[in-house]
């Protein structure tokens, strides 16, 4: 058996591209710094709305092999080189876009039974023993039955992977603090005649956005700011990038976050704000931050 190394960051995402978006900075720093950086993914986007119209032509499977593709390109940008979808390609399928009767579809995730669906995200857990798990919200970010349905499966995962052996110390979800999304929509009003988007989003578009007291963690990732962009761009079937801006197919301009900021919600943290996922996780030949503000 290969030896892992110490530290082992566990993501759980729905669409290829969400992980870039959310979380493209953090995964990259950690990849560099030499910890075990894994995605599941759990479903390969086949109803996402597609911007290049020279692609416009894929849909359905064809589509998700696309986004394949892309999904592997981003990681190779991140520097992540285990990635995975749930249950194994093509085991779930896009839900759509929350009412649609796609959501009816016996073959996608929405419909899923939960524990099943965990099942396979266990097997994941018992094999790379994260310490760190990262997901949506119970609203998915911004209500996609593809994002609330990952949130689910990934805290029911949680539970049965702990009867089964391994338990997860800290558990976080993707946050955006207000007052950061405030202060960036405000700054894209100067700078959005130089853009290639029509028209900026607003605040309310942007998934996980709670108020600053409820951020417990943040991770400067602005070092790994070109890493995130490009692993971002990888996704150009769903993704426009512009500077520190992007756009997804509905053309709106919105901030590229490189500085990340998550919520603990399984685990003990301190009473200032983490700046590592790890903190106060005890791991072999790496000296502890601690928990900050404890001491
Ligand atoms: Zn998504």
């Known amino acids: 058996m290969t030896e892992q190394p110490a530290r082992r960051l566990l993501l ?8 870039s978006i959310n979380n493209g900075a953090t995964m990259a720093r950690y990849a560099a710094e030499g910890a075990r950086v894994t995605l599941v993914t759990c479903t390969l986007g086949e109803l996402g709305e597609v911007i290049p119209p020279g692609l416009r032509h894929l849909t359905g499977a064809a589509l998700g092999e696309y986004r394949r593709g892309e999904l592997t390109a981003a990681m190779a940008e991140l520097g992540v080189a285990d990635f995975r979808l749930l249950g194994g390609a093509g085991r779930y399928q896009d839900s759509g876009m929350m009412g649609l009767p796609d959501n009816d579809d016996p073959a996608c995730f929405w419909q899923a039974d939960v524990d099943t669906a965990a099942a396979h995200l266990v097997e994941v857990i018992l094999e790379v023993r994260p310490q760190v798990l990262v997901t ?4 998915g970010g911004y209500g996609h039955p593809d994002h609330i349905q990952a949130h689910r499966v990934a805290m029911r995962a949680v539970e049965l992977a702990a009867d089964a052996g391994w338990e997860i110390p800290k558990v976080y979800w993707n946050r955006v603090p207000r007052t950061v999304g ?5 700054r894209l009003q100067g700078d959005l005649a130089a853009l290639p988007f029509g028209k900026a989003g607003v605040l309310d578009d942007v998934p996980g956005v709670v108020d600053d007291e409820r951020i417990t963690t943040e991770i400067d990732g602005t070092g790994y700011a070109a890493a995130k962009s490009a692993a971002m761009a990888a996704h150009a079937t769903q993704i426009e990038v512009s500077g520190a801006y992007f756009a997804l197919s509905n053309e709106l301009a919105q901030p590229l976050f ?7 919600v399984r685990g003990e943290h301190g009473s200032t704000r983490e700046t590592d996922l790890f903190a106060g996780i005890e791991v072999p030949g790496i000296e502890s931050p601690g928990i900050e503000g404890t001491s």
């Open 258 to 264: 490189t500085t990340e900021y998550y919520e603990l």
């Open 136 to 139: 949506y919200d119970e609203h």
């Open 12 to 19: 759980v995402h729905a669409h290829p591209d969400d992980e």
């Open 182 to 186: 405030e202060q960036a929509f405000a």
